[in-house]
C-alpha cells in the first residue's frame, strides 16, 4: 500500500524555522517526482515546490523561493522542506505527493502536517 | 506564469443532478489538466488526469473533457458522497497551478 506520511508541523515565531519531513512506504521512491502542496485555513491549494527523482530537477513557487528548500534521501525513502524567515501567510496544512511523471498529477497524498506562524 | 481560472466558485445542486465544473488556462496547455476532489479536514484525492483519463477506482459518473484551453469536469448523476471542493490543477515543467476550487453544495 502506498503511504506517505508528513510530520514536523508546528506553532512557530516569524522569522523562524522548521523542517517538514515525508515518509514514504509501499513504492519505489526513487522513481517518482515529489511535490509540497499547501493549504491554508480556509483556503484553496498551492503548490509549493518540486524534486525530481534523482534530485536534478528542483522547483519552488515564486512565494517560498529563496526561503525554502527542498531534499530527499532514496536511500531512507524520504522527504525534506526546510523553511526559513517563516511569515504569517506560511501557515497552512502542508501535504507531499507523488507526481508520476507519465500522469503530471499526483496520485497519492499524506495526510498533512499543520504549520501555523504566529507570535 | 500560466493562468487557472476555475468556475463557478460555488455551485449548488441535488442529488440526481449532472453537474458542470469549468477550467479555462490563460495559454495552451496541451491536455496536462488534472481534477482533484477534496472533503473537509482530507487530503485531495485525483480524479482524473490528461484531461480525461478516469483514475483508478474513480467511478464512471465523472468524466473530464477539453476544448483548446477549457476543461470541464462532468459529474453524470451526483450521489451524496460527491458533496465536496473539486479543484483544477496544471503541471509543467517549471510551474504547477492549482484553480481557486469550485464547493459543491447540497440544494
Known amino acids: 500500500e502506498v503511504q506517505l506520511v508528513e510530520s514536523g508541523g508546528g506553532l512557530v515565531k516569524p522569522g523562524g524555522s522548521l523542517r517538514l519531513s515525508c515518509a514514504a512506504s509501499g513504492f519505489t521512491f526513487s522513481n517518482y517526482s515529489i511535490t509540497w502542496v499547501r493549504q491554508a485555513p480556509g483556503k484553496g491549494l498551492e503548490w509549493v515546490s518540486s524534486?525530481?527523482?534523482?534530485?536534478?530537477?528542483?522547483y519552488y513557487a515564486d512565494s517560498v523561493k529563496g526561503r525554502f528548500t527542498i531534499s530527499r534521501d532514496n536511500a531512507k525513502n524520504s522527504l525534506d522542506l526546510q523553511m526559513k524567515s517563516l511569515r504569517a501567510e506560511d501557515t497552512a496544512v502542508y501535504y507531499c505527493a507523488r507526481a508520476p511523471g507519465d500522469k503530471r498529477a499526483y496520485d497519492y497524498w499524506g495526510q498533512g502536517t499543520l504549520v501555523t506562524v504566529s507570535s | 506564469d500560466i493562468q487557472m481560472t476555475q468556475s463557478p466558485s460555488t455551485l449548488s445542486a441535488s442529488v440526481g443532478d449532472r453537474v458542470t465544473i469549468t477550467c479555462r488556462a490563460s495559454q495552451s496547455i496541451s491536455r496536462w489538466l488534472a481534477w482533484y476532489q477534496q472533503k473537509p479536514g482530507k487530503a485531495p484525492k485525483l480524479l482524473i488526469y490528461k484531461a480525461s483519463i478516469l483514475e483508478s477506482g474513480v467511478p464512471s459518473r465523472f468524466s473530464g473533457s477539453a476544448s483548446g484551453t477549457e476543461f470541464t469536469l462532468t459529474i453524470s448523476s451526483l450521489q451524496p458522497d460527491d458533496f465536496a471542493t473539486y479543484y483544477c490543477?496544471?503541471?509543467?515543467?517549471?510551474?504547477?497551478?492549482f484553480g481557486q476550487g469550485t464547493k459543491l453544495e447540497i440544494k
Open positions: 490543477h496544471h503541471f509543467n515543467s517549471f510551474s504547477r497551478t
Open positions: 524534486i525530481s527523482s534523482s534530485s536534478s530537477y528542483i
